[in-house]
């Protein structure tokens, strides 16, 4: 069955850097886009960034670009996502989640989130 | 503030039948784009509900069900039942946005 596993979330100082990893499992990784989705406390879902299939297309939330990279190791199944100059208002679960890429691309797992806390 | 607008919350009896509405504009569900559904418990990963309107993963009961148009979309939920009590949110895609992929604020469901 299709597995998600995310990693590395802790609390960080702002301004300091972060990465998080998602190890995928039950399915040909290499063939599906990936995204990363947020949930701050108390807060609705938010949708960071995607990486095509193959890496070499991204694309990210006004939030969150300049400051966080998106990449994938196919050999690895694994996602990530480098999270630089932390602000206070990145403090979120942070889910990995696969793309159908259909007429309108949604997001058929998710995994169970990892958490990131950055104080001032 | 949402692309999408959902209510914040929405109740009912076990039994019962209840909806939950997402508001969108012509750049998204009106630009013809899908909505999707999710099912969301805390401390546990979203669940696909609803995906392209109306059709529901294997495994998710027929008592959910989407309907879509215009601007908007519904979830409807028949024969509530306790374990229903979640957050849900709606999703679809916006073509004048850099964050193509947006979604509504999440609607919690209490079953009274």
């Known amino acids: 069955q299709v597995q998600l596993a995310e990693f590395g979330g802790d609390v960080v100082q702002s301004g300091r850097s972060l990465r998080l990893s998602c190890v995928a499992s039950g399915f040909t990784f290499s063939a599906y886009a990936m995204h990363w989705v947020r949930q701050a406390p108390g807060k609705g879902l938010e949708w960071v960034a995607v990486i095509s299939y193959d890496g070499n297309n991204k694309y990210y939330a006004d939030s969150v670009k300049g400051r966080f990279t998106i990449s994938r190791d196919n050999s690895k199944n694994t996602l990530y996502l480098q999270m630089n100059s932390l602000r206070a208002e990145d403090t979120a679960v942070y889910f990995c989640?696969?793309?159908?890429?259909?007429?309108?691309?949604?997001?058929?797992?998710w995994g169970q989130g990892t958490l990131v806390t950055v104080s001032s | 503030q949402s692309v999408l607008t959902q209510p914040p919350s929405v109740s009912g009896a076990p039994g019962q039948r209840v909806t939950i509405s997402c508001t969108g504009s012509?750049?998204?569900?009106?630009?013809?784009?899908?909505i999707h559904w999710y099912q969301h418990l805390p401390g546990t990963p979203p669940k696909l509900l609803i995906y392209?309107?109306?059709n529901r993963p294997s495994g998710v009961p027929d008592r959910f069900s989407g309907s879509k148009s215009g601007t908007s979309a519904s979830l409807a939920i028949t024969g509530l039942q306790a374990e229903d009590e979640a957050d849900y949110y709606c999703?679809?895609?916006?073509?004048?946005?850099?964050?193509?992929?947006?979604f509504g604020g999440g609607t919690k469901l209490t079953v009274l």
């Open positions: 999703q679809s895609y916006d073509s004048s946005l850099s964050a193509h992929w947006v």
């Open positions: 012509s750049s998204n569900i009106g630009a013809n784009y899908d």
């Open positions: 392209g309107n109306n």
């Open positions: 989640a696969r793309g159908r890429e259909m007429a309108t691309p949604y997001f058929d797992y």
